[in-house]
């Protein structure tokens, strides 16, 4: 089978074997916002037109291809969301005499009643299951916008979304803070642990947030510190929000790494899995569908 | 004597009687970002070369003009500050056989150590201490940089800054938040108290103001409503950090009603101040130093 992911900057593609083992990989710079409205088929062919038309093999996409600004709106599935869940509720596409099946994206809502959602993420975390012993566990994918999950029962129980890393980065590009910012080569650690203590501190953090400028401006922080301290504020709030003892951490190394040492200053017990884990997932739904291309 | 009040993008003067009322005023977009480094005093002489030349008249000067990037610094003055400790620390000036003062900046030192400052709002305050009979009591001016601040037997004791307006601000113009927005002519005020109640929730600020984005996926939030319900999350988020019983708000009518909205509903004491209070406490400044022109 082919499985897609095809999120808001870039197009990766996987030619599976018959066990899910990765044959091929193909990556673009073909996001879903550098496509028109009707060229998603003709990206498709341009890029794994070969491997369609060797084999007549399923193909499973998921990310944001699946959104109101992709291919075609994929409805989001309600919590609990496992497999079963997702298989049932693929979206189907064609083009020509083609077509492919889009994983919906999931939704819930908190104590609230206000919704949250996922596209994309939900594939990784299905597919990052077998690595997990428990059968109740929190998740969080850090990012843009960081996913905090529970998974019960092998299917996604609820989650929160955090934008950490889109309020760091506008903050850093656009805000006053980011103006006496100069780019480290490497994160500042003790920085980073600095904001992680200060976001425990009273006040709140749109009040931690204005000593990034004010430690700047007495010397008491260096240029190329700032960034890093940053970081560690916005990090450690979102850390103490979630309020948890124990959680899995998915997602790029780097990243992944300042999360983990965030979380154990915060006596936060940390795991890390694969962050590889959308085929295992795409290649199940498959079967789960039992497509035939 | 001659008030001014030098910010980043504007420059207000105000020629005052003996008695410190206000005779004239005049008003011109030449903040200090867009003057050059040697540039000031033309600045000054082509606004109100006039009102300098008829009257030897001492003028004092307040704002991010004595900033770094003004016309020269004026250090900023340790809390407990008041009207006696600024006078002591005013910058002077010259040109050719002209001079004026610049009024310093204030600073303090959080609990956990952490620098905070303000330059402008200072005099802002000391002007508008005569409307209030206690001797103990807290200041919000909000705005881009919000300051909350402690006044005790007629000084400045100590303060805190939160980034409100500027948080609101680059969300609303850089983030993902932004591009569902449609601008409203009024502000939504439903919108507005629910999001002043979300900032109660569990889950943190960088979790709530992701519901601007999924309350609009869903229908559940109007284009016209998603600026009014981010304001409130953030001022709400602001106000509860604060954790106060009563404030005395001084800003701007319409950000402050939105204040008084917020605090009201959270169940915090409320009354508002005359925000043109900068030139009765430059006056006295005047008088403190004894300043002849």
């Known amino acids: 089978m082919i499985a897609v992911d095809w999120g808001t900057t870039s197009f990766r593609a996987y030619r599976l074997d018959s066990q899910g083992g990765i044959v091929e990989k193909r990556e673009a710079p073909k996001g879903i916002l550098s496509v028109e409205a009707d060229g998603f088929s003709q990206v498709l062919e341009s890029e794994i037109g070969d491997w369609i038309a060797a084999a007549d093999a399923p193909i499973v996409m998921s990310g944001m291809v699946g959104s109101r600004q992709g291919w075609t709106e994929a409805p989001y599935v309600e919590c609990p969301a496992g497999l079963e869940e997702l298989a049932a509720s693929l979206k189907e596409v064609e083009w ?5 099946w889009i994983v919906p994206g999931v939704s819930c809502r908190d104590e609230a009643g206000v919704r949250d959602v996922m596209r994309g993420e939900e594939v990784q975390i299905l597919g990052a299951l077998a690595a997990v012993e428990e059968n109740r566990f929190l998740v969080c994918l850090p990012g843009t916008h960081s996913k ?5 029962d092998s299917k996604i129980a609820a989650f929160s979304t955090h934008m950490t890393g889109e309020v760091f980065a506008v903050l850093k590009s656009h805000s ?4 006496t910012m100069q780019e480290a080569t490497a994160g500042d ?4 642990a600095d904001g992680v203590k200060r976001s425990g501190d009273t006040g709140g953090l749109l009040h931690h947030i204005f000593g990034v400028r004010t430690r700047g401006l007495f010397g008491e922080l260096a240029p190329a510190a700032t960034s890093s301290y940053l970081s560690g504020i916005l990090i450690g709030h979102e850390l103490r929000s979630a309020a948890v003892s124990k959680v899995y951490f998915l997602g790029n190394p780097q990243l992944t790494d300042l999360y983990v040492r965030a979380a154990t200053s915060l006596s936060i017990e940390t795991r890390t899995l694969d962050p590889n884990s959308a085929t295992p997932a795409l290649f199940k739904l498959a079967q789960v569908k039992k497509i035939r291309g």
Chains 1, 2 share one sequence.
């Open 189 to 192: 650690a003790d920085a980073f």
């Open 148 to 152: 905090w999950v529970l998974v019960e």
């Open 176 to 179: 006053l803070l980011g103006r």
């Open 96 to 100: 020509g005499r083609r077509r492919a």
